[in-house]
Nanobody, 123 residues
């Protein structure tokens, strides 16, 4: 079975930084697009960042210049570096894999999901 496991969430003050990781197992890691999504209470899940097999990236406008997505194929791990965090970044963050459309930030194109890790940014 495919398993994605996020880690690294937590609480931080506005302006601070957090790093998220997502380890993948039971999965043909390399050939597919992967991404990070988030969902705040009462809101729809939104795409944050995506990375393709060649290392190309795509970001939501709300996080451009602040967040960086990367991956280490040798470790089957996806990362999200988050800087200059804002209270509006508060959400459950999910790792997604098996993206069938390169660099998409639309959740419907992804086959596999992690359980999520909470990020809370206080003002």
């Amino acid at each position: 079975d495919v398993e994605l496991r996020e880690s690294g969430g937590g609480s931080v003050q506005a302006g601070g930084s957090l790093s998220l990781s997502c380890s993948a197992s039971g999965y043909a890691y390399s050939p597919y697009c992967m991404g990070w999504f988030r969902q705040a209470p009462g809101k729809e899940r939104e795409g944050v960042a995506a990375i393709d097999t060649d290392g190309g990236t795509n970001y939501a406008d709300s996080v451009k210049g602040r967040f960086t997505i990367s991956k280490d194929n040798s470790k089957n791990t996806l990362y999200l570096e988050m800087n200059s965090l804002k209270p509006e970044d508060t959400a459950m963050y999910y790792c997604a894999a098996g993206g069938r459309l390169s660099l998409t930030l639309q959740s419907r194109w992804y086959n596999y999901w992690g359980q999520g890790t909470q990020v809370t940014v206080s003002s």
